[in-house]
């Protein structure tokens, strides 16, 4: 069962506008979240992340939004930079695991055309 | 801070072949994580250490494969008799000891392929 799910695989916006990417989560257990992305060839890096108590977060450009009632968190890019274009990941981690292991998404790519 | 490390980068081996992978975590990270990203998909949790003791497994991990920490720093993962579908990117993370939610670091992967 796909506890995260990114339903959009894809996403082109154009360069200085706002690229939206979604997740949304069945377990109502998972208390944190976090987006990475990934570049092809390299590893996912950590971009931002929010808690269950908090329903937005902001960082530069960055802004993740968590609607906890619908299970649903979002990630705005503004303004979207070309450099942006890559696999966007969200993550969930569980509350009642000490582990802190993640359970991650499909991914979206977004592409930001210059 | 150097970041993780993995190697080999990329490895192609026969079926029935076993493989081993070695991560190197940030220094004086504490815990370290394997993960598992095949085409299409995010990566998927295998396994957890806190320093050299493996806490928990994932039921992915059957037990044609394996995972050590032997010293509390680096960590191998061993793969015996490979299959087709263990094709994948397999990832290993590090991050600080002192929560569940420290921000994971990840390592380059390494990509096998299984002829």
């Known amino acids: 069962d796909q506890q995260v799910k990114q339903n959009s695989p894809s996403l082109s916006v154009q360069e200085g506008r706002i690229s939206i990417l979604n997740c949304d989560y069945t377990n109502s257990m998972f208390d944190y979240f976090l987006w990475y992305k990934k570049y092809p060839a390299e590893g996912p890096t950590f971009l931002i992340s929010i808690s269950s108590i908090k329903d937005k977060n902001e960082d530069g450009r960055f802004t993740v939004f968590l609607n906890k009632s619908a299970k649903h968190l979002s990630l705005h890019i503004v303004p979207s930079q070309p450099g942006d274009s890559a696999v966007y990941f969200c993550a969930a981690s569980p509350g009642s695991s000490n582990t802190g292991k993640l359970i991650f998404g499909q991914g979206t790519t977004l592409q930001v055309k210059p | 801070d150097t970041g993780v490390s993995q190697d080999p980068r990329h490895k192609i081996t026969k079926r029935g072949q076993n493989v081993t992978f070695r991560c190197d975590p940030i220094s004086e990270h504490n815990r370290l994580y394997w993960y598992r990203q095949t085409l299409g998909q995010g990566p998927e949790f295998l396994t957890y250490f806190q320093n050299e003791a493996q806490l928990e497994k994932s039921r992915l991990l059957s037990d044609r494969f394996s995972a050590e920490r032997p010293k509390g720093s680096f960590s191998t993962l061993e793969i015996q008799r490979t299959e087709q579908g263990d094709s994948a990117m397999y990832l290993c993370?590090?991050?600080?000891?002192?929560?569940?939610?420290?921000?994971?670091?990840f390592g380059p992967g390494t990509r096998l392929t299984v002829l």
């Open positions: 993370a590090s991050s600080p000891k002192r929560r569940a939610t420290d921000t994971q670091y």
